[in-house]
């Protein structure tokens, strides 16, 4: 695969709010009717449905998508996809029978033969369900134009796992709440998310302990709600979200302006400097200058968008991409990339 | 006192191995033959001793030469004063009966009713004892054509202390010891010292722990040697001293280049950025960022003699004398300083 798709911007640059929401994605989960799903099928039959799509889907003869079988990437390039989240860890892992429809700009994504025949992605910055939703909304009718989808009129679209039935929407968005982290209530903030149907998990790592104080909040209900019905509940907390870590970080930096202040411009001070980083180290500091930078207590000009583009440039794969496979030149080459991005 | 003479570089611009030597000084201990010894004299003693000065030293008529009372100074600037090692901290203190003998350029000084009636300093910087000795040797010669010193063809120059007796001449060389400081070497190494008759102490802080990884080092015996043997002897085992650092941070820097080039290189940073630096953070982190650059690990192009001038211009009394006295105040305007200057 050639190596200039991964440079590709895969975040349609459109949304809001981006002070404190970084990613806002869409999946929808499909199953073809004449197939059995992914966990009952064989190897043949899986192949058999990846021809399916390869045959039926016009889309694909356009220049803008490509389907790939999971068995031409690297192991490497595998490592990347995942790490971009356009694919998950499993679908990385499994080769025989798996294949990925992506479009040149990487902002869609299907896994084919994951957990279901097809998971539909639409990633954009910032907060902006409108458009991704719009996007996955036509690629699914695409889709269901040219081949016939397991749907059930009492159940609505039919998923391997019963949790995913009904809409087999997922809605979720990559929040950056450092103020919520730093004060402490980031659990209890969290901890009420559960309560209107959503789940919460750090991005990096688990648990709360999220490097980079990220945190992906997705719907846990797909099913007796309508696919606008989960978005309007998901967007209304999150801006109750957004609405707290601004405040709090209003109310920090009053209490603690020089001290925070200067946490903030020593990191900015690091990573301009550092000859070399590790990974969660990076994360961490790229948190504390996109947080100076948000909240005004780091005044000089930087690119705001080169935090949501490094956190994803300076993880292992994006970097072993171009040779660097020793972890102390990684580290090296992780600090003159974030160097050259600021 | 104008506040323009604190801003004056106190120090000769002349020496050499600039990369572990900081500063070098000279101190001469003198007493007038018809006085009592200050521990000895009362007020008014010491009173007519300044006057005798005041009447019989031609060179204070000079404009390049001052001669103020101590207690003329503010408490301040006598903190400053003793920030620079122009004074004693007890110089510093007692300000009945005491004066400070000083050129325009500061790097002569002569602290008057310290220990002795006469404490003669010259500062220069880097290694240069040449220079140096021959000004103090001067100078001494035109204060001994003046007044009467106490002598003996026994015992030299008579002083307070029996351990100043004789040449009463004290050399010392500030040294900046990074490398044998983080190869835990120090401790053999200065400890050797003693055994050729020098004395070492912390710059800053007391013991082997100095902030900064700044040592002073000086002869302990005074009486039995001439100055010119004195002061040989101190420079051949600086010389050492410096051949054993320079070979220690090649060895460190071969052995650890990315960790070591890391190190010093987010200390720049952070000097770069810190909206507010403490004392001894700050000098720890010039102390890194001298090393980077006399090792070659740091590329930038940064003035290298900003190190010994920041040593003291970032202290307390220095930061006080732009009135800045709140604690976090004089850390930002220290951060200030430091970024302003690098």
Same mark, same amino acid.
């Given at each position: 695969m050639n190596q200039k798709i991964f440079d590709n911007n895969w975040l349609i640059e459109s949304g809001n709010e981006k002070d404190v929401v970084l990613i806002s994605r869409i999946r929808l989960a499909r199953n073809l009717k004449e197939f059995n799903f992914p966990n009952k099928a064989t190897l043949s039959e899986k192949e058999k449905i990846i021809d399916e799509l390869q045959n039926n889907l016009n889309?694909?003869?356009?220049?803008?998508?490509?389907l790939f079988k999971m068995e031409e990437f690297s192991s490497l390039e595998r490592d990347v996809l995942h790490e971009k989240n356009l694919i998950s860890k499993c679908h990385s892992e499994n080769i025989e029978g798996t294949a990925l429809i992506l479009n040149n700009k990487l902002h869609l994504s299907t896994m084919v033969n994951e957990e279901d025949h097809l998971r539909i992605q639409v990633f954009g910055? %910032? &907060?902006?369900?409108t458009t991704i939703w719009q996007i996955a909304d036509q690629f699914d009718d695409q889709i269901e134009s040219e081949v016939e989808y397991a749907f059930s009129n009492k159940w609505g679209y039919l998923t391997s796992c019963p949790t995913n039935v009904g809409t087999a929407l997922r809605a979720s968005v990559m929040c950056h709440l450092p103020a919520l982290v730093l004060s402490d209530r980031?659990?209890?903030?969290?901890?009420?998310?559960?309560?209107? %149907? &959503?789940t919460v998990r750090g991005v990096f790592g688990e648990g709360s302990g999220s490097?980079?104080?990220?945190?992906?909040?997705?719907?846990?209900?797909?099913?007796?709600y309508s696919e606008k019905e989960i978005i309007d509940n998901l967007k209304s907390i999150i801006l109750q979200i957004i609405r707290e870590e601004r405040r709090t970080r209003l109310y920090l930096v009053n209490k603690n302006?020089?001290?925070?202040?200067?946490?903030?411009l020593r990191s900015l001070g690091i990573l301009k400097y550092a000859h070399s980083l590790k990974e969660n180290e990076a994360l961490n500091f790229l948190s504390k200058v996109k947080f100076g930078l948000d909240?005004?207590?780091i005044e000089e000009e930087i690119n705001k968008n080169a935090f949501s583009e490094l956190i994803f440039k300076i993880r292992t794969a994006h970097l072993q991409l171009n040779n660097y496979n020793n972890k102390e030149q990684l580290n090296i080459k992780r600090a003159e990339l974030i160097r050259n991005s600021l």
């Open positions: 889309f694909l003869k356009d220049k803008n998508f490509h910055s %910032g &907060l902006d369900f980031i659990n209890e903030v969290l901890g009420a998310v559960g309560k209107f %149907g &959503l490097a980079g104080e990220l945190f992906q909040i997705s719907n846990q209900v797909t099913l007796g302006y020089d001290k925070l202040k200067d946490n903030v909240s005004g207590l």
